[in-house]
């Protein structure tokens, strides 16, 4: 399978900051998803990326996929609180053809 | 409303004990799936199923088990739980060519 590079490991902010993360990878994808876990929570997805420079928005969250087709960047815009969680990207680059993920993001948001 | 469900949610087990994770989904989706979540929060496939009577092993060794009798119905058994088989523990269904996976709460097994 293939390897996705996800970056900051952590960030702890302040509420009302942007956030912003990347993934990057030494293969090209079709597909970029991000998804967030909440604290004892399984994951869920946010953004669905499938076009090289496609910038997708929900709500605060913007997500890009790289014109490379290598990598991928999650923005979210003024955070509040509730954003506490792990953010991974994902692709379907395993040997099976199933979901990878980066090995996430852990976003702390002091109030 | 249409969902996965995962039960127990949390399991405190002796070694050597044989458990089950249970695992449902509501969806009528085809593919199903198992990660383990390593306390670093790297997710590993372990198991994986497209349709009834079908499973495979993941990218991740596991001395779990899986079977899938029925398309909703996907449980993970493990025949003697050790320590080492401490984690959370993922279900995850999707439909063929579909938009990524629908995950469940998960099952946290602490084994002592």
């Known amino acids: 399978g293939q390897q996705l590079n996800q970056s900051p490991q952590s960030m702890f902010i302040q509420e009302g900051e942007d956030v912003s993360m990347n993934c990057t990878s030494s293969?090209?994808?079709?597909?970029w998803l991000w998804y967030k876990q909440d604290p004892g929570e399984g994951p869920v997805l946010l953004i669905a990326l499938y076009k090289a420079g496609e910038l997708t928005s929900n709500g605060r969250l913007t997500a890009q996929f790289g014109i490379t087709r290598k990598d991928s960047f999650l923005n979210i815009s003024a955070s509040i609180p509730s954003d506490v969680g792990i953010y991974f990207c994902?692709?379907?680059?395993?040997?099976?053809?199933?979901?990878?993920f980066g090995k996430g993001t852990k976003l702390s948001v002091k109030p | 409303e249409a969902d996965i469900y995962q039960t127990p949610r949390y399991l405190v087990i002796g070694t050597g004990k044989k458990i089950t994770l249970e695992c449902s989904q509501t969806?009528?989706?085809?593919?199903m799936y198992w990660y383990q979540q390593d306390p670093g929060m790297e997710l590993h496939l372990i198991h994986y199923?497209?349709?009834?009577?079908?499973?495979e092993k993941g990218d991740l060794s596991s001395e779990s088990t899986v079977s899938r009798i029925r398309t909703e119905h996907f449980p993970l058994t493990l025949e003697s739980a050790r320590p080492s088989h401490t984690s959370q523990y993922l279900c995850?269904?999707?439909?063929?060519?579909?938009?990524?996976?629908?995950f469940g709460s998960g099952t946290r097994l602490t084994v002592v």
């Open positions: 969806m009528g989706h085809d593919k």
């Open positions: 995850a269904s999707s439909v063929t060519g579909g938009r990524g996976y629908t």
């Open positions: 293969s090209i994808f079709n597909t």
């Open positions: 994902s692709n379907y680059g395993g040997s099976q053809g199933n979901l990878i």
């Open positions: 199923s497209y349709g009834v009577n079908s499973t």
